[in-house]
C-alpha cells in the first residue's frame, strides 16, 4: 500500500516528544493509527540520535510472548538503554492482559516517552483517565481528508478528483481495490468488524441484530435531527420490542467507537447550548454507500458529512446553529475564532440560493459567514457573505 506524509498528525506527534504525559492515539479502525506511530518511529530513529526506540505491535506474531503485563514490563526494562533517551510505542497495546497496570508502572518511572494506539472498544476517551494514573494526551485520528486524498492518487484536476473523494471517501485501506463494489465490500467489512468486534465485545451486547438496525437508521438519516425516542419509535412499529435507554446506550456505543460524531445545537441568539435535537455525522461518508448502498443520493446532505467531519478535523468544536426558527448547518468555534456555515449541493437557483443566505444574513454578529456548495468557481461575496466551492475549500484552496 501506498504511504503519504500525514503532516498534521506527524507534526502534532513530534511536538509532544519530550512531554511526560502518556500521548494516546485514537480514532475509528483502519484510520490509520499504527502507520502513524510507524512513522514516528522513523523520524525518531533518522533525528534524534541519542535515542532508543522500543516499538512492540501486538498485531505480529513475534510479541505473542507479551500478551501478559508482567511479560511486557520485563521486555521493555531488559530493552531499555540508561544512557539514551527512551521510547515506548505500544500497537494495539489492549492485547496485553492487565496493560494498563504495566502503563502506568512504566510511565511513573520517569524513563519513558510513551505513545500508544489501541481499540477503541477498550480505549474510550472517557475511560483514559480511569486507566491511566497518569496524564494522558490524545490524538484523535481521522480518515483520510480529502487534500490527504489527492497526495495519495495522482493529483489530477480538483474538481474529478472531487467527485472520485466524495463516492469513495478517506478510509485509505479500499483504494487499492481496482473496482468501486470491491471498496464499498471492505469499507462493509471494516464497518461490521468495529461493531461485532469492538461494541459487542466490550459492552457484552446481547440484541446484535437491533444494533445494526440502529446503525441503519443513524446512517440513514446523516445531517438530520435525530433522538433515540425517535429510533426507539421506528423499531417498534416494525415490530423490534426495545427501550429508549438500550437504544440511547447503543447510540453512544457508536460514537465512542468513532462511527459517529454527535453534534449538538446552539442558539446563536441566547448563546447557549440546547439540551434536545441533536445530529450524527459518520465518521466517513462512504460507509452509508458500503452499507446502504447508493440509490436515491442526497447529495446535499452527504455534502454536509464531509464538512462536518473536515472541521472537526482541524480543530473546532462543530455544533448546529439555531436562530429563531431558522437553521444554520454548522456553528464552528476554536477558541476566540468562529465560523457560520450553509452547506449545499447546488445554488444555481435564485430560491436555493437565498433559502440558504437567508438564515446568515440574520445574524447579528460579524464573524465570517459562508457558504459552501458545489459552484465550480473562484470564491465570491455576496452581502458580507462569502460563497465557496466546496472541493476547493476541503482542499485548502479558499
Not at 511513573?108 to 510513551?114: L, M, N, P, V
Not at 474538481?159 to 472520485?164: G, I, K, L, Y
Not at 437553521?327 to 440560493?353: C, G, M, N
Not at 444574513?361 to 459552501?372: F, N, Q, R, T, W
Request: hydrophobic share 35%; with cysteine; net charge negative.
Amino acid at each position: 500500500m501506498k504511504l503519504i506524509n500525514r503532516t498534521s498528525y506527524m507534526d502534532t506527534l513530534t511536538s509532544l516528544i519530550g512531554v511526560p504525559d502518556i500521548k494516546v492515539i485514537t480514532g475509528i479502525r483502519r484510520s490509520g493509527k499504527s502507520k502513524l506511530l510507524e512513522a514516528l518511529r522513523d523520524y525518531v530513529e533518522a533525528n534524534l540520535s541519542n535515542s532508543n526506540v522500543i516499538h512492540i505491535n501486538y498485531n505480529l506474531d513475534e510479541f505473542e510472548g507479551l500478551l501478559e503485563y508482567h511479560a511486557l514490563l520485563a521486555y521493555v526494562k531488559e530493552h531499555r538503554v540508561s544512557d539514551k533517551q527512551n521510547f515506548l510505542l505500544i500497537d494495539e497495546v489492549q492485547m496485553c492482559d492487565g496493560f494498563e497496570r504495566a502503563i502506568n508502572s512504566l510511565h511513573a518511572s520517569e524513563q519513558y516517552d510513551i505513545f500508544i494506539t489501541g481499540s477503541n472498544a477498550f480505549l474510550l476517551s472517557s475511560d483514559l483517565s480511569t486507566l491511566f494514573t497518569g496524564r494522558t494526551f490524545e490524538i484523535e485520528v481521522f480518515p483520510f481528508s480529502f487534500e490527504e486524498y489527492r497526495s495519495y492518487g495522482d493529483e489530477g484536476e480538483v474538481d474529478r478528483d472531487f467527485d472520485e473523494y466524495a463516492r469513495t471517501g478517506g478510509m485509505s485501506g479500499s483504494y487499492p481495490y481496482p473496482l468501486q463494489e470491491q471498496r464499498y465490500q471492505y469499507l462493509s467489512n471494516v464497518f461490521k468488524t468495529l461493531i461485532v468486534r469492538d461494541i459487542v465485545q466490550r459492552h457484552n451486547v446481547r440484541n446484535e441484530s437491533a444494533l445494526l438496525r440502529i446503525t441503519d437508521y443513524m446512517m440513514d438519516n446523516v445531517s438530520n435531527i435525530t433522538s433515540a425516542r425517535n429510533i426507539t419509535d421506528v423499531l417498534n412499529a416494525d415490530g423490534l420490542k426495545i427501550t429508549n435507554k438500550t437504544v440511547g446506550a447503543y447510540m453512544g456505543y457508536l460514537c465512542d467507537a468513532f462511527a459517529f460524531y454527535k453534534v449538538r445545537r446552539y442558539d446563536i441568539r441566547g448563546k447557549k447550548y440546547l439540551k434536545s435535537g441533536e445530529k450524527y455525522y459518520l465518521a466517513d461518508h462512504a460507509f452509508k454507500y458500503a452499507l446502504l448502498g447508493t440509490r436515491d443520493m442526497d447529495w446535499g446532505r452527504v455534502y454536509e458529512n464531509m464538512v462536518a467531519i473536515e472541521l472537526l478535523r482541524r480543530g473546532y468544536e462543530v455544533y448546529v446553529g439555531v436562530l429563531y426558527k431558522k437553521e444554520i448547518d454548522f456553528v464552528a468555534i476554536k477558541r476566540s475564532e468562529k465560523l457560520y456555515i450553509q452547506v449545499s449541493d447546488d445554488i444555481s437557483s435564485d430560491k436555493t440560493f437565498e433559502r440558504e443566505i437567508s438564515p446568515l444574513l440574520s445574524i447579528g454578529d460579524a464573524y465570517p459567514k459562508m457558504i459552501l456548495a458545489r459552484t465550480h468557481h473562484e470564491a465570491t461575496d455576496r452581502d458580507g457573505v462569502q460563497i465557496v466551492d466546496l472541493a476547493r475549500w476541503l482542499c485548502g484552496e479558499a
